[in-house]
């Protein structure tokens, strides 16, 4: 029977498996256990023994953020496990690896990453990370790419997707909180004192709204990749010159430019919300960084699926044998799809900025903002970004277009 850990019973319980105890060593009394999650949903404990330590992931059967008043399945530990499993297959090298998988205990035990630091902390002090465009340029267009019919046999994926379909009540958080809260006066909604003529210009504008609909359309019933689904910039652990993803429990099939835009949009919050983390010296320096992260994610995401268009497509979609002799059309219909993905990435970039800053869950980029009166300006522009994102998604032909955006706004 499920029995969420605590410090105190982790030892006893862990102590008899295998993976565990090869890791860390054999005897509880030697291990250190400390709770450490500090994300809206599940328990997370560092676990030190003698030999070595190791991460325990616990689901809990309801929302940490909100409390028993909102209970949440268990079975969604089940639907992560599977997640990490396929995206370590896609993209080698940029998942945790999983030691140890319970069921019933909604519990995954997998590798410990230190010296790594969630991302988003990294960015709100100002840190910068090597390669870091490039790695998750990479991982969004492996698993994009990897998860779709360009890569997968019909039967595998028609499966798969299946099996991913069961997990019901995840998605419909991101569907309220991400899709439709932020665009109404719903229950759990909060922002800052002072946003209220933006948020009803937002929300008084029937035709954004009408645009973002469709793209929960998209989202809920588009299945043609696997997504991480709750890609943030606290979904990601770096050192200075290495990263990894964690935490895909949001994961679904869906549409291939949901996870890059969610990644840009936490880019831009970092980037709007810096004038109040950094003095005005490092300013400039760490927002131009930030903004060229963007820029090779996109880029390196681009040149990714290309390569991966060109040598591995061994799915259904595009075979060679409807092309031969007409490679030039081939890799036009390649650049058609980027386009595509391009566009939808910025809508959902626009939507997941507006809900971290006026629907249940929000970011540590503006939140740790003490002064308010600064914290409201600066959430102000992110939500004019979003906004311009959602109505402008089909003019803005490049990323060079969207940065160029991002400082007129940061200017504003
Ligand atoms: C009730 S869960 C709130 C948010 O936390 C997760 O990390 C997702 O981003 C979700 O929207
Ligand atoms: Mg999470």
Redesign the pocket.
Known sequence: QYQPLTPETLGGRLASIDAVVERIGSDPADWVVREVGD???NLVFIVEGPEGTVIVKQALPYVRLVGDSWPLPLYRAFFENHALVRQAERDPGSVPEVHYFDETQALIVMEFLAPHKILRRKLIDGEKVEGLGGFLGRFCARTAFRGSELSMKSPDKKKDVGLFAGNIEIPAITEALVFTDPYHDAEMNHHSDGLDPVVSSLRSDARLKAKVQRLMMKFASNTETMVHG?LHS??IMSTGTQSRII?P??VQYGPMGFDIGMLLANFLMAYFSQPAHREAALLDDYQEWLLSVIAETVNTFEEEFDHLWKTERTGMLYPEALFEGQGHQSEEACADLLAEIWVDALGFCGIEMHRRTLSLAHNADFEDIEDKEVKAALEARNLQMGADLIRNAGTLGSVEELLRLARQVNKK
């Open positions: 994300g809206n949903l709750d606290g979904s935490d429990e949001f």
